[in-house]
T-cell receptor
C-alpha cells in the first residue's frame, strides 16, 4: 500500500540556517505530494504541493521537488526563522479510487534565535 | 471564507459520558474527514465522507465511536461512552471534491480530555 516516511525529529537549528527535511514515499500509481505544517495549538495547514514528476512546490520560502526516480519530496528552506518552529508533515494522495491523503508521522522543527 | 469550523475547542468530560464533536466544512466542499491526533499514535484517519455518504470508516476504533453527516454543511463525531484513552485532539478537514490533486483544509481541532 501507499506510505510516507519522513525523518524523525526533533530537528533543532539556529536562525538563518539551511533546512532540509527528508521525505520518501511508496505508491502504486502516480500520487500528488504535499507538505503540511502544524503550528502549536492549531490544525494542519497546506504548505505546498506538487502533482507530477519534476514539479516544484513552493511557498513562504519553502520548496520541495517531486523526484519520481528517487521517490522523494524533500522540504528545503534557505534561511529559517524562529517563526518556522512547527511540526511538518509530508503526505501523498493517490489519484485512483482510494484518494485519501496518507500522512507521515511528522517532524518537529525547533529554531533557536 | 471562515474555513472549517469545529466546536467546542476544548471539552473535558468524565469517563462514561457521551461526547459530541461538531464540524462545519467549507461551503462547497464535497469531502469531509475526521482525524484523531495523539503523541503516541500521531495523526489517524477515523472516517471520511463524500457527498455526505461515509466512504471509509475503517479507522473508527470501536463501536463506541460513530459519525454522521446529515447534510453538506454539518458533521458530528460521537463517543459513547467515553474513556480516558479517547483523550486526544480531534480534527475535521474538508476538500473541494474527490481527486488526488486537492489538499485538505483543516479546522483548529477539539481537544478532548476524558477524566
Amino acid at each position: 500500500g501507499n506510505s510516507v516516511t519522513q525523518m524523525e525529529g526533533p530537528v533543532t537549528l539556529s536562525e538563518e540556517a539551511f533546512l532540509t527535511i527528508n521525505c520518501t514515499y511508496t505508491a502504486t500509481g502516480y500520487p500528488s505530494l504535499f507538505w503540511y505544517v502544524q503550528y502549536p495549538g492549531e490544525g494542519l495547514q497546506l504548505l505546498l504541493k506538487a502533482t507530477k514528476a519534476d514539479d516544484k512546490g513552493s511557498n513562504k520560502g519553502f520548496e520541495a521537488t517531486y523526484r519520481k526516480e528517487t521517490t522523494s519530496f524533500h522540504l528545503e528552506k534557505g534561511s529559517v526563522q524562529v517563526s518556522d518552529s512547527a511540526v511538518y508533515f509530508c503526505a501523498l494522495s493517490d489519484r485512483g479510487r482510494d484518494d485519501k491523503i496518507i500522512f507521515g508521522k511528522g517532524t518537529r522543527l525547533h529554531i533557536l534565535p | 471564507d471562515a474555513g472549517v469550523i469545529q466546536s467546542p475547542r476544548h471539552e473535558v468530560t468524565e469517563m462514561g459520558q457521551e461526547v459530541t464533536l461538531r464540524c462545519k466544512p467549507i461551503s462547497g466542499h464535497n469531502s469531509l474527514f475526521w482525524y484523531r491526533q495523539t503523541m503516541m499514535r500521531g495523526l489517524e484517519l477515523l472516517i471520511y465522507f463524500n457527498n455526505n455518504v461515509p466512504i471509509d470508516d475503517s479507522g473508527m476504533p470501536e463501536d463506541r465511536f460513530s459519525a454522521k453527516m446529515p447534510n453538506a454543511s454539518f458533521s458530528t463525531l460521537k463517543i459513547q461512552p467515553s474513556e480516558p484513552r479517547d483523550s486526544a485532539v480531534y480534527f475535521c478537514a474538508s476538500r473541494p471534491r474527490r481527486g488526488g490533486n486537492y489538499g485538505y483544509t483543516f479546522g483548529s481541532g477539539t481537544r478532548l480530555t476524558v477524566v
